[in-house]
């Protein structure tokens, strides 16, 4: 069992930057792959990033490449996604997620854990 908590969401100005935190609870977590994910209103959810659970591969919507990064820290059993450039159609709903050891990718069905979520608005 993982439980996940995002932190670090607000409101920021374009071309701004936000680091988001997802720290879990429990042993395992250095076994899973993390995914952060976001959502829109009256949009789906959408992939934004995932690390595999040693931390030696990323990946990245097209949308987000160049702009932010994935990280985590075992040791703390933290996730990590540090959004720079930030534009508004970056505004959504921030969820991570948590899925084992090399099933993480990019379809919400791969995640067996996630969080409540962080609002991130970015304005004009």
């Known amino acids: 069992q993982v439980q996940l908590v995002e932190s670090g969401g607000g409101l920021v100005q374009a071309g701004g930057s936000l680091r988001l935190s997802c720290a879990a609870s429990g042993r395992t977590f250095r076994s899973h792959d993390v995914g952060w994910f976001r959502q829109a209103p009256g949009k789906e959810r959408e992939f934004v990033a995932s690390?595999?659970?040693?931390?030696?591969?990323?990946g990245y919507t097209d949308s987000v490449k160049g702009r932010f990064t994935i990280s985590r820290d075992n040791a703390k059993n933290t996730a990590y996604l540090q959004m720079s450039s930030l534009k508004p159609e970056d505004t959504a709903v921030y969820f991570c997620a948590a899925a084992p050891r090399y099933m993480g990718g990019s379809y919400p069905s791969q995640y067996s854990y996630w969080g409540q979520g962080t609002q991130v608005t970015v304005s004009s």
């Open positions: 690390i595999r659970w040693s931390g030696s591969s990323t």
